[in-house]
């Protein structure tokens, strides 16, 4: 599952290339416009993604298109002092922002090309509304399952949209056309804050996406929806066989 899925959005490199140079651009408001967004809730979904991780103190885990560090910060206070959570994503201005901690490295990197990260080295793996900006979810979610130990899980929390017809509703006025000029106001960007529905609009089903995990060496795959359906969560436990059988 390489390349385009059929939508507005540019695939390969040009599309990796939109998103960090995006990303780079409103960096420095990112968080900022989250917490507004969200009205904060993006707190208890990082909560929700620390708890499916499954980490516990003293873990290690590794966190995909970690951005500025909102779910990095999460899951280094769930692994203490004795854990260690490496965050890796490939803007620069993100990273640049992102704040740290004793017990956490920032490295820049392409969540789909990991071979710099050692086999089975962390117990956990997580990315959060970092899926929904990679054309190569094989290529992502193999190099997650191979960085993980047997038994470690990975975890995936994404934007979605909602099923039920009044949150269908709120979604469309809010993610459509409150969030775009929320985002066009305070980041000075219009451009990003309308890739963001945009990109949700043309991410794979939920169940797609438990499907593609599956087939790159993830087993017990599970999802649900968070939020009235706007947020998923989805995990799945690397498998103790070669190729997750
Ligand atoms: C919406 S932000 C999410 C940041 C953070 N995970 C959070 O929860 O706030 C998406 C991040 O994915 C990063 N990203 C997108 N594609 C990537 C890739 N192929 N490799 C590494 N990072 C990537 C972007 O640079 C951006 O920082």
New binding site residues.
Partial sequence: MSGARGGRLPAGEER?RL??EM??RI?GR??LL?ALMTAGL?RRW?AAAVRASAVRPGDRVI??????????RALARRVGPQGYVLG????PG?LRRARGGPNIEYRI????DLGWVETASFDAAT????A???PDLDA?FSEMARVVRPGGAVVC?EIARPQGRLFAAFYGLWFDRIVPRLGAAVSGDPGAYSYLPESVREFVAPGVLAGIMERNGLQDVTWRRLAGGIITLHRGIRGFVEGGG
């Fill in positions: 990796a998103v960090r990303f780079d960096a990112y968080e989250n993006y990082n966190d995909l298109a970690c951005g500025t560090g909102s779910l990095t890796v994503d490939f803007s993100m990197g392409d969540a789909t990315i959060a509304y970092g929904r900006n990679i992502l929390l």
